[in-house]
């Protein structure tokens, strides 16, 4: 009867103890993290708040599709005069930028960002291999068009 009342007595005290535990900085640090499971078995934790953005490589294969999330954001793109400016494009679909025409709207179509500026010029946010590209097209070409010009794009920032 002892070793009965012994062990009710260690089960209450541990059902006591699994809330203190659960609100602990470690348990809270455990949950506004993401972990990462290897392949090879081991797993590595990184705190949310370190993360600006999580981008994956394309596969080899041709049928990845780029998704709204991951262009929403700055872009640091070229004029393809050899300068450079900013497009930000909005979760609303907005858009603006640091040259010419500031404004416009944007949306996805197969895998690129097509973005139209109130000027009548159209841009194009694409992946090419590892990297972006941007294509600018003047007023009254189409998008099936060869564009005005072509010039790198880099991620700088989400928003």
Request: net charge positive; charged share 20%; glycine share 10%.
């Given at each position: 009867?002892?070793?009965?009342?012994?062990?009710?007595?260690?089960?209450?005290?541990?059902?006591?103890?699994?809330?203190?535990?659960?609100?602990?900085?470690?348990?809270?640090?455990k949950?506004?993290?993401?972990?990462?499971?290897?392949?090879?078995?081991?797993?590595?934790?990184?705190?949310?708040?370190?993360?600006?953005?999580?981008?994956?490589?394309?596969?080899?294969?041709?049928?990845?599709?780029?998704?709204?999330?991951?262009?929403?954001?700055?872009?640091?793109?070229?004029?393809?005069?050899?300068?450079?400016?900013?497009?930000?494009?909005?979760?609303?679909?907005?858009?603006?930028?640091?040259?010419?025409?500031?404004?416009?709207?944007?949306?996805?179509?197969?895998?690129?960002?097509?973005?139209?500026?109130?000027d009548?010029?159209?841009?194009?946010?694409?992946?090419?291999?590892?990297?972006?590209?941007?294509?600018?097209?003047?007023?009254?070409?189409?998008?099936?068009?060869?564009?005005?010009n072509?010039?790198?794009?880099?991620?700088?920032?989400?928003?």
């Amino acid at each position: 009867m002892r070793h009965v009342a012994k062990a009710v007595w260690l089960l209450g005290i541990m059902l006591l103890a699994v809330p203190y535990a659960a609100s602990t900085p470690a348990a809270k640090d455990k949950a506004s993290s993401i972990v990462i499971y290897f392949k090879d078995g081991h797993q590595q934790s990184f705190p949310l708040a370190d993360i600006a953005r999580i981008e994956f490589n394309a596969p080899a294969e041709s049928s990845f599709r780029m998704e709204r999330g991951h262009f929403i954001g700055k872009w640091k793109v070229g004029d393809g005069a050899g300068g450079t400016f900013l497009i930000t494009l909005r979760r609303d679909g907005t858009a603006t930028k640091t040259l010419g025409s500031a404004h416009g709207t944007w949306t996805v179509v197969n895998g690129e960002a097509r973005i139209s500026w109130n000027d009548g010029w159209h841009d194009v946010i694409r992946r090419n291999g590892n990297k972006f590209e941007k294509a600018a097209y003047a007023p009254g070409r189409s998008y099936s068009e060869s564009p005005s010009n072509v010039a790198e794009a880099e991620p700088t920032e989400p928003i």
